[in-house]
């Protein structure tokens, strides 16, 4: 059966800002979390957002970062965690995908 979201991650309501990526369990620091973003100009801001993507809130103190790959042929943009994370801990990342189109 196919989940949006990997095993151990959850959405619900976040003091940030409406609706966040939580923890359901402990996740090690530098646990690569599943594709945030798949690189498509020709979807609004240059990218196809996930399910994993859609949630995650900024922070500039972030616990995850997000970093560029490829998944098969595809450029693709993976969420991983920086420190390691808890139970009820809210993911977040610093948002930087989206400044090629700030010009």
Known sequence: MYKPLPAGLTIKESGIHGLGLFATQNIAK???L???HIDNASFPHGYIRTGLGAFYNHSDNPNCETVKGFWQHLSV???KTIEDIKPNDELTAKYTL???FND
């Open 77 to 79: 943009v993976y969420l």
């Open 98 to 100: 989206y400044d090629r």
């Open 34 to 36: 599943g594709i945030a």
């Open 30 to 32: 530098n646990s690569i």
